[in-house]
């Protein structure tokens, strides 16, 4: 039977679509746009079923779900976008992929959470994603949720975003918020293993389970760690806030491809942190640290790739 992976072009779902095709398991990507899906998948594209779907257009998801045992459900938005809202897309849609599922009588269901997500939380994204994973835990599907901190890895949206502003910025650079957030980042190929062993390990059945690297950084941390993998050195300045909101105002109604929205500068507020790690806890495993080795990756944009990102929206790697 066939895996079904959602939201399969992006960053965590073009690797999981990977690695299970280099498993040899039937895998099926559902996609916005095909374009994307050739961009990302082509090493896998003669050994992986691509298929369109919109998560807001419940009628599209049913070809979807054919002859499929097990859905790994990643389609979420960090950034609301035209009519893509979180309501629309995080919560409901992720509604309608479950009710799809559940209608061609697919039994397993891992959905992809967030580390703090919360129904309760005045954050609009995070409440979003703590009514899916809400939805999800109310149903009759065999369950279970995944809850990463920060992701990184090539293609993260996240730590890719400090290093194409450094690759720009000269000489000062912006300390969001003091710097003081707390992450936990962890690396996009233990996330993945995680979900994979998800699929064949039924104690995960029911659980939500927080996913997060081996060291708990500040932001301040994060930027000089960045820098340091890039080579480079600015002047660190703290800047509130409140302050940084009317600028990224500016940014998102100019850039289609704008790094930052107002909402997720609230997320800011929130600690990202895993005090109880299911990598280590429940899989054993020994989470990649946000280290120098494993982030060269940072080193990888050209000032063209950063101006098609920021200006165009372009997907760049
Ligand atoms: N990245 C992180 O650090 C992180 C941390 C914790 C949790 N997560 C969760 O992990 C999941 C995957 O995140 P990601 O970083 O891989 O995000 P991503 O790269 O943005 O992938 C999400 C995919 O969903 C697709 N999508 C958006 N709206 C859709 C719609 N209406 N119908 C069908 N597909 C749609 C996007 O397609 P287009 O490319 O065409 O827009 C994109 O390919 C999300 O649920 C996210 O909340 C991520």
Redesign the pocket.
Known sequence: MTILV????????NQTVKKLAAMGRPVRA????RA?AALRLADVAERVEIVE????RPGSLAPAMRDVSAVI??????MEKGG?TYE???YQ?TVNVLKAAQSAGVKRFIN????GASSELPYRFLAS?GRAQEYVAASEMQWTAL??????GP????FNTFARLLKITPLVFPLIGGGKAEFQPVSVYDVVEAVLRCLDDDSTIGAELALGGPEALTLGEIERRVMAAMNTRRLLVPVPVPLLRPAVQVMQALLPGSPVSTSLLDLLAVANTVPDNALVNHFGMAPIPFADEHIQYLNDHSLGDIFAKFLRNA?VN
């Open positions: 959602t939201g399969a072009a992006g960053y965590l779902g559902l996609v916005r746009k994307k779907g919109d998560v807001t459900h990643y389609v979420a938005i960090a893509q629309s897309v995080n849609g992809m959470s967030q580390n994603k809850r990463p901190s920060a992701i990184f293609q993260d949206e996240f997907t």
